[in-house]
């Protein structure tokens, strides 16, 4: 059971270049997630999709752009990356965005991005 | 102001000792959660706790909704507890709103 995986796991970029990660899930659940964590802080939400076709913003999303064409995958774009998004990005998935019932929050295991 | 602050930031402990981590929270957050994350990077849900108690092992976890705030008990501390816990909780966007964790030692 693969459950989310992201790719690449590590990226290493000039600073003016694009390039996408990928994340997908296997678990046909709704919604999907992106988050960065820097240094000593906890995750801060960029984008979210609470279905296929479907796109929000979160608390930093300047700079970035997804897409959410199947159910299964959340890509996550960077037109023109800069030093400021060097940071370890995180995939995420749920079955349900209200918490109510318990329902887990799914982490692919990490794309390490460094941007000089 | 910080809606989710976690409390120490850091700890050491020898193994077999006990611990308590704090996370206060302020009114604009609920629906409190903790996470645990590797020294690998890979981060798992331990309890989804609005209120009261749960207990899942060696770990258990208390939230005071009313006094807005919410306790980490690891008892028997073990070197693979050795990681970053996260509290977190929901804003009225439904977005999860992350404390700048605590990183956990524990030394053999």
């Known amino acids: 059971n693969a459950g989310v995986t992201q790719t690449p796991k590590f990226r290493v970029l000039k600073t003016g270049q694009s390039m996408t990660l990928l994340c997908a899930q296997d678990?046909?659940?709704?919604?999907m997630y992106w988050y960065r964590q820097d240094p000593g802080m906890g995750l801060r939400l960029i984008h979210y999709?609470?279905?296929?076709?479907?796109?929000a913003k979160g608390e930093v999303p300047d700079g970035y752009n997804v897409s959410r064409l199947k159910k299964q995958n959340f890509l996550l774009g960077l037109e023109s990356a800069a030093p400021s998004q060097t940071s370890v990005y995180f995939c995420?998935?749920?079955?349900?965005?209200?918490?109510?019932?318990?329902?887990?929050?799914?982490f692919g295991s990490g794309t390490q991005l460094s941007v000089l | 102001g910080i809606q989710v602050e976690q409390s120490p930031p850091d700890l050491i402990l020898q193994e077999g000792a006990n611990s308590t981590l704090r996370c206060n929270f302020s009114?604009?957050?609920?629906?409190l959660q903790w996470f645990h994350q590797n020294p690998w990077g890979q981060l798992i849900n331990l309890f989804y706790?609005?209120?009261?108690?749960k207990q899942n092992g060696r770990l258990s976890a208390t939230t005071v909704a009313t006094e807005r705030y919410s306790l980490l008990y690891i008892s028997s501390s073990q070197t693979t507890d050795s990681g970053v816990y996260f509290c977190?909780?929901?804003?009225?966007?439904?977005?999860?709103?992350w404390g700048a964790g605590t990183k956990l030692i524990i030394k053999p």
């Open positions: 009114d604009s957050v609920n629906n």
């Open positions: 999709s609470v279905g296929e076709g479907t796109t």
């Open positions: 995420a998935s749920s079955s349900r965005r209200d918490f109510a019932t318990n329902e887990k929050l799914f």
């Open positions: 706790i609005p209120s009261g108690t």
């Open positions: 977190a909780g929901r804003d009225s966007n439904y977005q999860l709103i």
């Open positions: 678990m046909n659940h709704e919604y």
